[in-house]
Structure formats: C-alpha cells, structure tokens
C-alpha cells in the first residue's frame, strides 16, 4: 500500500476498483486457506493411497499397518497416558539440552564472531568436533556419565551446539562493512554497536541457526533414547520394535514428525515478527 | 578563533598498492567559512571523495593538517556529518528509529528533534516506515535527517544524488538548498556533475587527478534561488567547464601516450 503512495506522488490510490469490505474480508480469508491447504495436500494424498492399498491386503500388516490402526493405537496410547508420559520425558530432555547445547553456541558464536584472534584460537578445533557424529560420541558419553539423564541431554546439547555457533558466527562476519562505516560516523559506542547494528543484522541467520539446532535436538534425543532408557518416545519405539508392534513404532515416529514441526513454527513465528523488514524474494507466485 | 570552520592545510596522502605508491592527494589547501557550501568538482581518480573521508576522520593515514574550529581532526565523529553515495539506513529500523540511531526516542526532546527534522525533510506520514518501502530520494532524505539531527558543525556529503533519476536530484538540491538557507550548515558536497556543483556552491573547487590536487576554485556569485536556464548560470557554468576541460587534457594527453 505505501508502494502505491509513493509511486502516486503521496496520493492514496487504492491498487483496485473499491470492493466491499467485507468481500475483500472473504477473499483474503479464503487466499489463506488456500495456501494453508496447498500444504496439506501432498500428505493427505499419500495417507489415502496407502490406506486404499492395505484395505485392499497389497501391504504386509505387520511390515506396513494402514493408518487407521496406526489413529487406533495412537489413540489407545494417549487414553492411558502412556504417550504423553513419554513424550513430557522427551520433551524436557530435548529442551534442556537445546537450553544448554544452543545458549552456548550462541555465545561462542557471538565471542568468536567479535575477535578474529578468538577465531583463529578455537574455530578449527570447533570445526573438527562438528563432525564427529552422534553414534560415535555416544558410547564415551555413556562411559563417563552412565545411563541417565546427564548423558542425554549432553548429548542434545552436543547436538544443538553446533548450528547456532556456525550460523551466529556467520551473521556477525557478514554484517555489512558499509554500515560500520554509519555506526563510526554516528559514534556508536561499542554496546551501541552490539545492540544496534551486530545483533540485528545477524538476527536471520541466528534465527536459521534455532531452527537447525531444534532439528539437531530431536536428532540427538532419538539417538540418546535407542541407545537405552525406560522413557522416553526414542523408548517407546525402541521397545515396540523388539515386540514387532509397527503400529506403536508408527506412532512414535509421527510423534516426533509432529512435535518437531511444531516447535519449528514456534520459532518460525518469532523470526516472522522479528525480522517483517527483511525485503526479500517470497517466491514469485506469492499473493 | 579564526573565521574558517574548516582548514586544510598542506594534505598529502599516499596510498599503498602492489603496484607501488600512487599519491592520491597532493599538497591541498583549502578553508572553508562557516555556513559557506563549497561544491568540489572533478573526474574520477582526483581524489575528492578521499580528501571528504579525511575531514570525516574516516581515514586517517594522511600528512598535513585538517583542523575543525582550530582543533585536529582524529577520527569520525558527529560533529562532521557524512552522506554517503548510497543511504544506508539500517533496515531493520522504521524511518524515526534511522533517523534518532542510538539516541532514544522514549526521550521528549529526541522525539521532538525527530520530529522537526522528519518535517524539514519533507518526509511526515512515513514515521514508521521501514527503508524497503521508500524510493531512492526518500531513503536519501532520511539519511540527511539523520546527520542533521546531530547538529553537526559540517555536512558532508559524497556524490549523494548521484544514484537519483534527474528530476529526483534536482528535486533533492532544491531541498538540500533549503535546509541550507534555514540552518546554515557548513556544506561540502563532492559531485561529478557540473550542473549541480554550479546550482549548489558558493565556491566550486576544481580538482585534478594524478596527483589529485586543487585545480583552481570558482566563486559563484549568483543568488539563491538560482536559475539552470539564466544567461549568467549558463556563463559562470562555461567558465567551470573551461576549467574542467583543462582538467581532462593532461589525461587525453598521457592517454595518447601510451
């Protein structure tokens, strides 16, 4: 709308012949869904091929249950508790080690992002521990603190440590140089400049970093969890393997897919808010 | 306290490449009086947006003195306001957050300068606008507002409308000008236009490349508000031209040399 009035000389002309309000209400709420549905089209296609294909006995029961008996024991999960028991577990494991492994990694990144001495000091032994893989952490970690929860959720934190560390040190070098040369003009002082200019010029890709580093904690907690617990979803799934019930296994996977989506939109939402001025390519049928 | 803001006395600077030394600026002396607007005029290569970096304090690896009401000039500040080619306001900041920067706009009298200046530069109604939204004039209106704010005892500005369409620059001098008339700050403007170093100095200074030095400089004795299609513009615009045009032959000539 302000394009319009700039472009118009500071003269407000609406884009189109006036509508009543309420039908461009309708229209926008409708444009909403729309796009809401594009989304769930692809699953809900593949839920119903599948479920088509098992009622007409092409799949293996116990390989590959339809998803109605898959809703069935999810049901019967949740109405003795037992799911969300183990997923509260989950839940606290993950965020205490997303907490530990993410502020961290934030600091590091930020500490390391400032002085290029920090850099040269502990990028490259950071880097080489980014690589080693959870499994091969796993079994040290599980030697030096036992089965319990400290292993775990070092273990997340392990994890999650390491996306927010890359990303924030990223944002901060790619700050552009051309407003550093504003900042000094305007004699920002160097809280000002923390504040003002490093952090929020740095905020999306500290945000890409949250988000990879959820993803990285969920990682971690399956990970934690089949390597041996009596809670948790990662148990769960675990143990219904060891009984072949696929359902109670379907079950726990879509658990994860679900809360993991979920705390992605979560911080999704936050980075929506924070970062409306970014002018950026939305993808060239955006309406 | 001597009567000129700004000295510049004997600057030299040399720059460093792979190459070797390339002396950029070579024995400059200039003063400028306080609330004069001095245009600096010359082709690519002369120096003029170096010497601007200097009196910013932006680059300080320079020989000779640069003194601001009598006193040294050691690195940027917000008593020499800077507009750089490109307005680069912070686009994470609405149109009042650019222009306040780190001052706060929870205080009374910041809001009210705000305000005011927002009102000098012609720009109420986009408060809270953010900088993706503004064309390249406005953008360029906040970036002035912003410097102005400051109080600064000199403005200077580094080709600042040279990325503006034509009818938006010309559009952006009568607003500079106007700014001008009402506060009275002390402008150096580095352009490569010749029709606005005329249309906006008092004096324009001439400059010449290899090594960059002051050429010669040209009052302009015209009053405000100037006219680009009046008989004495147009003469006293030959006459830079001239000077210009002396500018350019060392360069055909070495040019033609090699």
Redesign the interface.
């Known amino acids: 709308m302000l394009q319009d009035r700039i472009s118009k000389g500071a003269v407000i002309v609406p884009a189109k012949p006036a509508q009543p309000l309420k039908q461009q209400l309708d229209r926008k709420w409708l444009l909403k869904l729309t796009n809401v549905l594009i989304g769930w089209l692809v699953p809900i296609l593949i839920v119903l091929t599948w479920q088509i294909a098992g009622v007409l006995g092409l799949l293996n029961p116990i390989l590959l249950p339809t998803p109605l008996e898959i809703w069935n024991e999810f049901v019967l999960l949740v109405s003795t508790g037992e799911l969300i028991s183990h997923l509260g577990v989950s839940s606290w494991r993950a965020l205490l080690g997303f907490l530990l492994g993410g502020s961290l990694g934030l600091a590091a990144g930020i500490w390391v992002g400032f002085s290029y001495k920090a850099e040269r000091l502990v990028d490259p032994s950071l880097q080489m521990l980014r690589t080693l893989p959870h499994l091969a952490i796993a079994p040290l970690f599980i030697l030096w603190f036992g089965f319990g929860e400290t292993s775990k959720i070092l273990l997340i934190a392990k994890g999650s440590f390491f996306p927010l560390y890359v990303n924030t040190f990223l944002g901060i070098r790619s700050v552009d140089n051309k407003l550093f040369d504003v900042a000094r003009v305007l004699q920002f002082s160097r809280w000002d400049l923390i504040r003002r200019l490093i952090i929020p010029a740095s905020l999306p890709n500290i945000f890409l970093g949250i988000r990879l580093s959820i993803g990285v904690a969920w990682l971690g907690l399956v990970v934690a969890e089949l390597m041996g617990a009596s809670s948790g979803i990662g148990y769960l799934i675990n143990d219904a393997r060891s009984f072949s019930w696929t359902t109670v296994v379907f079950v726990g996977i879509i658990v994860f897919a679900l809360v993991g989506k979920f705390s992605d939109s979560i911080v999704k939402w936050f980075e929506n808010r924070l970062l409306r001025w970014q002018d950026s390519y939305k993808g060239a049928d955006k309406r | 306290m001597s009567a000129d803001t700004l000295i510049i006395e004997q600057v030299n600077r040399v720059f460093q490449t792979p190459a070797g030394k390339v002396t950029a600026l070579k024995g400059i002396d200039l003063r400028v009086r306080k609330g004069e607007f001095i245009t600096l005029i010359g082709p690519s290569g002369c120096g003029k947006s170096t010497l601007l970096k200097i009196v910013?304090g932006?680059d300080t690896s320079y020989e000779g003195s640069v003194l601001l009401n009598d006193k040294p000039i050691s690195?940027?500040?917000?008593e020499?306001?800077?507009i750089?080619q490109?307005p680069?306001l912070?686009?994470?900041?609405t149109v009042e957050k650019n222009i306040a920067?780190?001052l706060s706009l929870k205080h009374k009298d910041v809001r009210k300068k705000v305000e005011e200046y927002i009102a000098l530069v012609r720009l109420e109604?986009?408060e809270k606008?953010?900088?993706?939204?503004?064309?390249g004039g406005?953008a360029q209106r906040v970036a002035i507002a912003?410097?102005l704010l400051?109080n600064p005892d000199v403005l200077l500005l580094d080709e600042p409308f040279g990325a503006l369409d034509a009818f938006t620059r010309s559009h952006m001098q009568e607003v500079l000008l106007d700014i001008w008339q009402n506060n009275r700050t002390t402008m150096l403007f580095v352009t490569h236009d010749l029709d606005e170093a005329v249309f906006l100095g008092e004096r324009v200074v001439i400059m010449n490349p290899r090594p960059g030095h002051i050429r010669s400089i040209q009052p302009i004795d015209l009053p405000f508000p100037r006219k680009r299609t009046s008989s004495s513009f147009q003469e006293l615009r030959t006459k830079v031209l001239r000077e210009f045009e002396k500018v350019e032959e060392p360069e055909f000539d070495t040019g033609a040399g090699i």
Do not use: C
């Open positions: 910013a932006l690195g940027p500040s917000i020499k306001g800077f750089f490109e680069r912070f686009p994470w900041l920067g780190n109604g986009f606008a953010y900088p993706r939204e503004l064309s406005m912003r410097a400051r």
